[in-house]
């Protein structure tokens, strides 16, 4: 009953040599779902229409002309081109999108989406560290307006806050965003005084955390923060934004969660949408750098996910 994602084409979105965010990633977690079958799928690209739920149309076409003109950058932000980027980029929304399809019509209780770029530091009209469309908060948008979703929690374990997902929902009341991250730290943002705004007050939990953070500190802002706000809110779909660069040894982060860590944090995401959520999850890709921990922890996460 989970469904096991992966479109090839990510492999196609090269950001140059020595770069973290390489298309060996893509490997590398497909690597960890060994034990698992991929779902297949006809893979397909995001329309124009439905990126423009999050995103601005000026900003949809600035990154299509970017890259269609050879630029090696955003001129938004530090997001590396090549030149199939914006297709990889609108198949990864495609397929986030196709999850939430396979969650919501009973095909699947749950979902893994192994997509590159990642999304979660892309706001409305602005791409930067290392992602060009929020998949995340498209998927969420679309589960609303295609399914009925009502309301959506999304959870975010990277290293790193989504701060393109906050800037996103933070004044809309039908979407949780809570954060676990490493602060201060790249991008700057997530204090734990930001909460949203208007009708989405209270509804951006931001849990900041010190560089050496680990099991203790990410899993008491679960059981003391997520767990209570997920019982209020209800939401009618779970959504994870699963970076693993929060894990130990990566290059990018300085956060000691294990393997089993993320194991126990799909547990208890797994819980929330059994609760609340008829079952329904979908996890998608952020970051994580050092191959083999991104190997490790996909393995955790998949297996957590199909028990």
Not at 45 to 60: F, G, K, M, P, S
Not at 138 to 155: K, S, T
């Given at each position: 009953m989970t469904a096991f994602l992966a479109d090839p084409i990510s492999k196609r979105h090269d950001p140059g040599p020595g770069h973290p965010e390489s298309p060996a990633r893509f490997d590398?977690?497909?690597?960890?779902?060994?034990?698992?079958?991929?779902?297949?799928?006809?893979?397909?690209?995001?329309?124009?229409?439905?990126?423009?739920?999050?995103?601005?149309?000026?900003?949809?076409?600035?990154?299509?002309?970017?890259v269609e003109d050879g630029f090696s950058e955003l001129t938004t932000g530090d997001t590396s081109l090549s030149h199939d980027t914006f297709d990889v980029a609108l198949r990864a929304v495609g397929t986030v999108l196709h999850a939430v399809d396979l969650v919501f019509t009973g095909q699947a209780s749950n979902a893994f989406c192994v997509v590159r770029p990642p999304g979660h530091h892309a706001s409305s009209n602005r791409g930067m560290g290392f992602c060009m469309f929020n998949n995340i908060a498209?998927?969420?948008?679309?589960?609303?307006?295609?399914?009925?979703?009502?309301?959506?929690?999304?959870?975010d374990w990277d290293v790193h806050h989504g701060n393109g997902t906050q800037d996103i929902f933070y004044d809309d009341g039908s979407v949780l965003f809570f954060?676990?991250?490493?602060?201060?730290?790249?991008?700057?943002?997530?204090?734990?005084k930001d909460t949203g705004e208007g009708p989405g007050?209270?509804?951006?939990?931001?849990?900041?955390?010190?560089?050496?953070?680990?099991?203790?500190?990410?899993?008491?802002?679960?059981?003391?923060?997520l767990?209570?706000?997920?019982?209020?809110?209800?939401?009618?779909?779970?959504?994870?934004?699963?970076?693993?660069?929060?894990?130990?040894?990566?290059?990018?982060?300085?956060?000691?969660?294990s393997d089993r860590d993320f194991?126990?944090?799909?547990?208890?995401?797994?819980?929330?949408?059994?609760k609340h959520s008829g079952g329904r999850l979908v996890s998608v890709l952020e970051g994580g750098y050092n191959l083999y921990g991104l190997t490790k922890a996909a393995e955790a996460h998949a297996t957590a996910l199909q028990e």
């Open positions: 590398a977690v497909v690597k960890g779902l060994a034990p698992y079958q991929l779902t297949p799928y006809a893979p397909r690209a995001a329309t124009d229409d439905e990126v423009a739920l999050c995103h601005t149309r000026q900003y949809i076409r600035t990154a299509r002309h970017e498209l998927g969420a948008r679309y589960a609303q307006r295609r399914h009925g979703a009502e309301r959506v929690m999304i959870v954060s676990t991250h490493q602060y201060p730290w790249y991008p700057g943002t997530g204090a734990a007050q209270g509804l951006t939990l931001n849990c900041p955390l010190p560089s050496g953070s680990g099991r203790t500190e990410v899993w008491q802002a679960f059981q003391e923060k767990k209570p706000a997920a019982d209020e809110f209800r939401p009618d779909l779970v959504m994870v934004s699963a970076g693993f660069d929060s894990r130990n040894g990566d290059p990018l982060g300085h956060f000691t969660l194991g126990d944090l799909t547990r208890v995401l797994r819980d929330i949408a059994g």
